[in-house]
Nanobody
Framework: QVQLVESGGGLVQAGGSLRLSCAASRSIFNFNAMGWYRQAPGKQRELVATIRSGGSTNYADSVKGRFTISRDNAKNTMYLQMSSLKPEDTAVYYC??????????????WGQGTQVTVSS
């Protein structure tokens, strides 16, 4: 069982930066992948960035070159560094983790979300 809590959201002007954090309730050694999703009002939730257990990362085309996903295993925390923010980045951002609970079962965990608002 894993609980995830996001923090770091807020209001920022276009062109500014924010760093989101996702703290896990325990050390996760058996994760397949972790990622950040976002959902704007009236729109579907979309994948923003992922990081796999081996360290490889993937980004949505809309954020590539501006956002960086990382993980600090010692602190049980994942981060999303967001730079050159645009108004279209405004959304609720959610932390996600896919964790092996058994050899054959992969469980999906979500945080409660944190609001990011980018003003023009």
């Amino acid at each position: 069982q894993v609980q995830l809590v996001e923090s770091g959201g807020g209001l920022v002007q276009a062109g500014g930066s924010l760093r989101l954090s996702c703290a896990a309730s325990r050390s996760i050694f058996n994760f397949n992948a972790m990622g950040w999703y976002r959902q704007a009002p009236g729109k579907q939730r979309e994948l923003v960035a992922t990081i796999r257990s081996g360290g490889s990362t993937n980004y949505a085309d809309s954020v590539k070159g501006r956002f960086t996903i990382s993980r600090d295993n010692a602190k049980n925390t994942m981060y999303l560094q967001m730079s050159s923010l645009k108004p279209e980045d405004t959304a609720v951002y959610y932390c996600n983790a896919k964790v092996w609970s058994t050899v054959t079962r992969l469980d999906d965990y979500w945080g409660q979300g944190t609001q990011v608002t980018v003003s023009s």
